[in-house]
């Protein structure tokens, strides 16, 4: 079971915005603003595409954005494109104990 | 630009030690502030943290593997290391390496290890 949870899936049609959560504690998500997320497309390395909470590396599209509030981060996603199709995962910092704590991924559908 | 490059044994045995090689190119491992980080991604399930070491050579690992995991540097051949002990078929996975700890961007290709006698 991640330490961070995610839904396992999400779907959206091509031009519109999904979002997905990722739900943690008061010792992760809540304590820190060191929230990332990754997009993972099958047999390919993960591709950061955001990191701090809300802030995009240097070539990811600005349809892409990041949030925080209380113990939940979320990834936005607008205008929805077909190679958008990928999974997605948030990573937070979760103390100095247990690092880095990954959430279980979700599945994201263009229809 | 970097580019990092897993390489070690795709087949290991039950109760043997894994040992893996991440080779760093485009950069020196030691001459910036950064953390080396190896993750893995078994077959139908998510990413997940292994452990990390920082330019100073400093550690940290995932609490439910630490007891098994060493990380370590070697700065002469740009290259860091893993080794993970007491391997079963739960390690099955593909493992990869990457520069940073929670923001890691960028990120070898992975290393399939499958664990089986």
């Known amino acids: 079971q991640s330490a961070l949870t995610q839904p396992a899936s999400v779907s959206g049609s091509p031009g519109q915005s999904i979002t997905i959560s990722c739900t943690g504690t008061?010792?992760?998500?809540?304590?820190?603003?060191?929230v990332s997320w990754y997009q993972h497309h099958p047999g390919k390395a993960p591709k950061l595409m955001i990191y701090?909470?809300?802030k995009r590396p240097s070539g990811v599209s600005s349809r892409f954005s990041g949030s925080k509030s209380g113990n939940t981060a979320s990834l936005t996603i607008s205008g929805l494109q077909a190679e958008d199709e990928a999974d997605y995962y948030c990573?937070?910092?979760?103390?100095?104990?247990?690092?880095?704590?990954f959430g279980g991924g979700t599945k994201l559908t263009v229809l | 630009q970097v580019q990092l490059q897993e390489s070690g044994p795709g087949l290991v045995k039950p109760s043997q030690t894994l040992s893996l090689t991440c080779t760093v190119s485009?950069?020196?491992?030691?001459?910036?502030?950064?953390?080396w980080s190896w993750i893995r991604q078994s077959a139908g399930k998510g990413l997940e943290w292994i452990g990390r070491?920082?330019?100073?050579?400093?550690?940290g690992y995932n609490p439910s593997l630490k007891s098994r995991v060493t990380i370590s540097l070697d700065t002469s051949k740009n290259q860091f290391s893993l080794k993970m002990s007491s391997m079963t078929a739960a390690d099955t996975a593909v493992y990869y390496c990457?520069?940073?700890?929670?923001?890691?961007?960028?990120w070898g290709q992975g290393s399939p290890v499958t664990v089986s006698s």
């Open positions: 990457a520069r940073g700890s929670i923001a890691c961007d960028f």
């Open positions: 485009g950069g020196s491992i030691s001459s910036a502030n950064y953390y």
């Open positions: 070491v920082y330019t100073d050579g400093s550690t």
């Open positions: 008061s010792s992760d998500i809540g304590s820190y603003d060191l």
């Open positions: 701090e909470g809300s």
């Open positions: 990573c937070a910092y979760a103390g100095a104990n247990t690092f880095v704590v």
